[in-house]
């Protein structure tokens, strides 16, 4: 499993559709650094607040998870991993953190650059506190839970091209549209909508609801592809 880490982690690495959704997330945060926020709030804290929280770019994520863990498929290394006796569940495991990875590491650029970027124009600085780290730690956990269900259907699909469709498409739906319409508690505290601030109870709910999910879509996964014919 260590191997299998360490190759999945060299291909991360090497993944160059990741950087470019990096670029493209920075960009944009760059532009609403510079030209948005300085025309509706003077606070630095207000512009993490909901940056933190924001979901609306995350087909992005969907893209990336369903791509990096799919391409595995396409190009057959899940096969000969299989083949040269690694276990399903080190396969799946192998995927979801380089996976993970990613995805965190897109949404700090989405939220660091939207930061710094304003930070030349801020005026206030106050607010943050160590609550706010708690908020961070949830806010990575609830996307680990989120692109973990992106892998589950990478797992379903077998190929990239369905599984990059069917991601995106579950992604629009859950975080960009459903949060329109649904204001249910299980639904606030689902990975489809990010913990909206650093009330303990709240990161609390966050946090449990995440760590559920992760458990459960992880187990359906590895039970899945171990039914499955390679």
């Not at 939207?114 to 030349?120: H, M, R, S």
Request: hydrophobic share 55%; glycine share 4%; proline share 1%.
């Amino acid at each position: 499993m260590i191997n299998q880490l360490r190759v999945e982690n060299s291909k991360l690495l090497r993944f160059k559709a990741l950087y470019a959704i990096v670029l493209v997330m920075v960009a944009m945060s760059v532009f609403a650094g510079l030209q948005k926020w300085p025309g509706s709030t003077d606070s630095l804290y207000y512009v993490f607040s909901d940056t933190i929280q924001d979901v609306s770019l995350f087909f992005l994520i969907a893209l990336f998870a369903s791509w990096f863990v799919g391409s595995d498929f396409s190009d057959r290394t899940i096969n000969r991993e299989i083949v040269t006796g690694c276990s399903r569940w080190s396969v799946v495991i192998t995927r979801l953190l380089p996976s993970f990875c990613g995805s965190a590491m897109i949404h700090i650029c989405y939220v660091g650059a939207n930061c710094l970027a304003f930070a030349v124009k801020a005026k206030d600085f106050s607010g943050f506190s160590m609550a706010d780290v708690a908020w961070s730690v949830v806010v990575l956990l609830q996307i680990f839970a989120l692109q973990s269900i992106f892998v589950l259907i990478t797992f379903v699909f077998h190929n990239v091209f369905a599984a990059i469709t069917a991601s995106t498409i579950v992604e629009v739906i859950m975080c960009n549209i459903m949060r329109n319409f649904v204001s249910a508690d299980i639904y606030k505290y689902s990975c489809f909508h990010l913990a909206d601030s650093a009330d303990a109870t709240n990161l609390m709910g966050c946090g449990i609801a995440a760590v559920i999910t992760i458990v459960v879509v992880v187990t359906i996964t590895c039970v899945i592809f171990n039914k499955k014919d390679i």
